[in-house]
């Protein structure tokens, strides 16, 4: 259900370089039935872009892990798109454009996915839309059917967008609002007692509560795998002069989900649940000096915070692992220990683009800091960090065979803390300077060629926990007289005496390119 009035003239700003060849449009956004919503689904549509069989996409061979998607100019890999195992994905109302560039001279030196955000246009408009997928209509996959476990999807999505001039010719805005609210479940089947468990220990009785019983001996259930998500977005373009343009962008996207498969098989609603808390705020301005001669800058940071939070470890405090030979039931306390992380990214670009008839070039400095603070740690479904774990020789009496405890190392003053969780606050910033050009020779013939400059700071963990080996005067040959083999190694604390590693300051490197068409028309 879509209602629309006064459809404004689409006026993305395009903030790839001239590298980029390929564009997915505002109408391509607009009109494309992309799954769910998805913009990341635009990618797909452009050439150079295709599953490389073990990442979901990549750039001619290259995938995800080692390219940047950036959105206004500003990198949010996994704040924003589907780079993650969370689904953080803007949705289509929050793109107007879509870019791929597979040229490693500028921006990260690597490829890269550009979106831009919609700008507010020439005339009011606006939408609202409901996107709903009922119960019954998609496809099981054949693993769950062939276990006559049927997985059932049923999401809403509901949203409003209004955009247009504040001042006419001179500043207009753009404002989004939708949620998402998914209904989905998937069966769950495991094993269970076919009478009621009992124990002579109050604790043990607690823990038996979670196994419901079934005379067949087999639990078969439907438990939730959907979730919640609000995303906002307001967009500010201001046109200074002919020459001048600014504007400024906030993003903001909150939600949870369930975890079905890190949890256990018991229960209407898993003990497993994701929390996502992600932001975004760039800023541009545009000088073109010439019709051929422009530079653009570009700053702005992204922050995003995952929290998976386990409920069971909330409320026992402890894991009991079921190892009763007369008790064969499927572990009812299994499920990942509670983790999170908090990732923060700032960066800076300016880019001059020369263009005219025969050549073109551009060059550019860009400049991003990076920090990711951690807690906690995933060492199996019937393992943890922070809590006990009993193991449960006999469930009737509650008797108790092994019980350990893990520790943690908080800083290099800690030492060994029993029941303490893991933290660690990683930080790294790059520097860049680049620059190329590209010559068309002739109608059929273009060359390409340029040069890059990285400087790397090396990475710190600024929590002082970090252990590294001491490697200084060794020589590395892979053979096992290194020191990498060798059972006496020394080992320290990462400081600034032991950094992860040293600066590298030979990080020069050449690019060239040659493309031709066979047809000059």
Known sequence: ILATAAKAPAQPLQIASIDVAFVATPDQVARLP?????????????????????????????????????????????????????????????????????????????AQASFTAPSGGRALHGSAYWFGTPAGVTAQYFADSSRNAPATTRLDQLGATFGGPLIKDKLSFFFNYESAIDHSTVTRIGA?????????????????????????????????????????????????????????????????????????????????????????????????????????????????????????????????????????????????????????????????????????????????????????????????????????????????????QRFNILSPTSGYSAGSTARGKLSATMASAYFQVTRRLWRSLTITAGLRYDFFIPATQETGAAIIPILSGQTLTGRAGDSVYNKQMKFAYASDGHAFYRPDLNNLSGYAGVAWKPSAK
């Open 34 to 110: 992309l799954p769910g919503r998805d913009p990341f689904y635009l990618l797909y549509t452009l050439p150079g872009v295709q599953e490389n069989g073990r990442a979901p996409a990549a750039i001619y061979g290259e995938p995800l892990s080692i390219m940047d998607i950036t959105y206004e100019g500003v990198s949010a890999t996994e704040g924003l798109f589907r780079g993650s195992s969370t689904t953080l994905s803007l949705h289509t109302d929050e793109v107007g454009e879509a870019a791929v560039a597979s040229s490693p001279i500028y921006g990260c030196g690597c």
């Open 192 to 404: 269970t007692s076919i009478g009621p468990l009992t124990s002579s220990d109050p604790l043990m009785r607690e823990v038996l509560n979670l196994i419901p019983s079934d005379p067949s001996g087999q639990y078969r259930g439907s438990q939730t795998n959907g979730g919640t998500a609000n995303i906002g977005l307001a967009r500010l373009d201001y046109l200074l002069s002919a020459r001048h343009a600014l504007g400024l962008t906030f993003a903001n996207r909150g939600g949870s989900a369930d975890d079905p498969s890190d949890s256990p098989v018991f229960g209407a609603h898993p003990a497993l649940t994701s929390h996502v808390s992600s932001r975004l705020v760039a800023a541009y301005w545009r000088w073109s000096k010439t019709p051929r001669l422009t530079n653009e800058l570009h700053a702005g940071a992204s922050y995003l915070g995952i929290d998976y939070r386990n409920s069971l470890r909330a409320q026992f405090g402890f894991i009991a692992t079921l190892e009763d030979p007369n008790v064969s039931v499927s572990q009812p306390m299994a499920g990942m220990d509670p983790q999170g992380s908090a990732e923060r990214r700032a960066s800076f670009e300016d880019i001059v683009t020369r263009v005219t008839d025969k050549y073109s070039w551009q060059a550019g400095f860009r400049a991003q800091q990076y920090q990711l603070g951690s807690y906690g740690f995933n060492n199996g479904p019937l393992d943890s960090l922070s809590v006990p774990r009993y193991i449960v020789s006999n469930v009737a009496q509650g008797v108790i065979t092994e019980a350990d």
